[in-house]
């Protein structure tokens, strides 16, 4: 009804406020806050946040969340903002796909490392483009067809600053018309 429209809006408006903050914050270089941080409950505040686009865009949102997955020691508004620009990324790789959508969101425990990995079925990425993913402004384009895969402009090149910022790292796996899957590995607080 009305009042879930007001509400997605106001959520939306308070959700690009901080994004905007948390561009001026990083541009001006503030000390992040490192705490423990439970990975799990960033992937599901993300999801949560596009769970009204994923609806209207029809895309399937499967998250497999290891249980009990280790803590690390990270600022946590930034790694949302990590996770955040992969999925926009994600949803609009898939955009003008046909067919089935599907964003999957798996954690898991990798030595030492806790990993997050996003897997789209967009078109995916050619290999000589891979390098140039995390560019500025970036636009690439499948060679097979004329969608374009990423037009955020700064999305995936603040993933890769705050990767750095987190001591995090972030890797790009895709093929052509295979989709496409971003992992970002942040160290535990306590390895074993």
Do not use: W
């Not at 997605?8 to 561009?23: C, D, K, M, N, P």
């Not at 970036?138 to 600053?161: N, P």
Request: glycine share 6%; hydrophobic share 40%; with cysteine.
């Amino acid at each position: 009804g009305r009042q879930e429209d007001v509400a997605v809006i106001s959520q939306e408006a308070q959700r690009a406020a901080r994004i905007v903050r948390g561009l001026l914050t990083f541009a001006r270089n503030h000390p992040a806050t490192r705490e423990p941080v439970q990975l799990n409950d960033v992937v599901n505040d993300v999801l949560h946040l596009r769970a009204y686009e994923h609806k209207v865009r029809g895309i399937d949102v499967q998250p497999v969340l290891m249980p009990g997955l280790p803590e690390v020691t990270a600022d946590q508004f930034q790694i949302q903002q990590v996770f955040l620009n992969i999925v926009l990324n994600a949803e609009q790789a898939m955009e003008k796909c046909d067919g089935y959508k599907c964003l999957v969101a798996v954690t898991r425990r990798v030595d030492g490392r806790v990993r997050v990995s996003f897997a789209d079925t967009g078109p995916g990425i050619a290999a000589h483009e891979l390098d140039h993913v995390f560019d500025e402004f970036v636009r690439l384009q499948s060679r097979e067809s004329s969608r374009h895969r990423a037009g955020l402009g700064l999305g995936l090149a603040i993933v890769r600053r705050l990767a750095s910022v987190l001591d995090c790292q972030v890797r790009v796996r895709s093929r052509p018309g295979r989709g496409s899957v971003f992992s970002i590995s942040v160290p535990m607080t306590d390895p074993p």
